[in-house]
């Protein structure tokens, strides 16, 4: 397993990114709020709490604490008047009644912000807490069937894990026109399984996902080649690690019953399953609040979408192949299409051992080891 892992990262370094891949919604959970009729993305692990006065609250690190953000959705008769006046004057009137002394000012007025791919109407306040500066950002989106208002609060040093949280917050909301319930918490009953991505968009202009390269045959034939995309599958951290013996997870589309989940070692644990497997499964950590299952080597994918590559590839495309333990070698665009297009030196290039990587809507590189080959392939 070392092995495989040190050939994993080797690869991930190349192509300077994180293990887990980099798909817009990677990393993300569905999360409904019933009580306002509205759904969106938070990340995976993190924890919503709902509170009919103040709306939903999604904790990016630990319940109860800063970092979080608060989502409010007004009815369609409590729409805003004046937002401008409402964050220049009424909300600010509020942050130095609230926080009085500690009430370090607003940044200016309130101004349009793109955020999660929309206009929002931004303000910005300070205030302390201890020794620390918080930052509270509010936002107002109108919209016809109930305006929503985004309330942000971070330390000021720690701004990027929130502000990624609120870009898929913002994004992915929409209404739901009947009540629906969100996810109940998972229990012994329940089958774990790893983050939806059904709804994934793909992110063609700048976008990084593991592949599988089809189509090769049509590089001469038909001045193309497809790549289908994929992302690695996730599951909540804080769920996978509180698994006991009995709870069931799902892994690559199989539900096992778990015998038991050995300690942690350097961020991974083993599964033990009441059923018989062939190999090994292990939960590697890729962040403090996701992981991974590593099954014999290899990493279970989901299919998010597949695009047609047109001939020529861009003058400063490259495909960077890992061959055992030897250093990378790299390719330019005319030696990869050599490479592929015969079948007996083409290397199999799949979503267990691929990675694509778009740059201005063009293919500007893969990365490819030979090794893991995936749940259908030997080691020759």
Not at 284 to 309: F, H, R, Y
Not at 318 to 343: K, R
């Amino acid at each position: 397993m070392k092995r495989m892992l040190a050939l994993i990262l080797g690869t991930v370094m190349i192509l300077g990114m994180a293990l887990c891949g980099a798909s817009a919604e990677e990393g993300l959970t569905d999360c409904a709020c019933a009580e306002d009729r509205y759904a969106t993305k938070i990340p995976v692990g993190a924890a919503a709490v709902y509170d009919p006065n103040n709306g939903l609250t999604v904790y990016t690190e630990k319940e109860g604490s800063i970092p979080y953000v608060i989502v409010h959705r007004r009815t369609p008769e409590q729409k805003f008047s004046n937002p401008a006046n409402y964050l220049n004057n009424v909300y600010r009137e509020h942050m130095e009644n609230k926080y009085t002394d500690q009430y370090l000012g607003m940044v200016g007025i309130a101004k349009d912000r793109e955020i999660g791919g929309k206009q929002l109407l931004t303000a910005e306040y300070w205030f302390k807490v201890g020794k620390y500066t918080v930052v509270q950002l509010v936002m107002i989106e109108i919209r016809d069937a109930g305006d929503v208002e985004y309330i942000v609060k971070y330390v000021k040093e720690k701004k990027e894990a929130t502000m990624i949280a609120l870009d898929a917050i913002v994004r992915y909301y929409r209404e739901t026109d009947t009540e629906t319930s969100a996810p109940a918490p998972t229990t012994e009953k329940e089958i774990l399984k790893p983050a939806d991505v059904s709804n994934t968009l793909v992110d063609n202009q700048n976008g990084t996902y593991w592949a599988r390269i089809t189509d090769t045959d049509r590089i001469m034939s038909g001045g193309f080649f497809t790549a289908e995309l994929y992302v690695q599958d996730l599951y909540a951290l804080d769920q996978v690690w509180a698994l006991q013996e009995g709870d069931r997870v799902e892994v690559n589309g199989k539900v096992f019953t778990v015998k038991s989940l050995q300690p942690e070692e350097d961020g991974r644990r083993e599964l033990y399953t009441r059923e018989e497997t062939d190999g090994y499964i292990v939960f590697a950590k890729t962040s403090n609040t996701a992981c991974i299952a590593l099954v014999n080597d290899w990493v279970p994918c989901t299919q998010v979408g597949a695009e047609k590559i047109m001939m020529p590839l861009a003058n400063n495309f490259s495909f960077l192949w890992m061959q055992g333990d030897e250093d990378a070698t790299v390719y330019d665009a005319d030696s990869f299409v050599s490479l592929v297009a015969n079948e007996e030196t083409a290397p199999v290039l799949n979503q267990y051992n691929t990675m694509v990587r778009f740059e201005n809507g063009l293919l500007m590189m893969i990365g490819h080891q030979d090794y893991p080959f995936g749940p259908d392939g030997t080691e020759e």
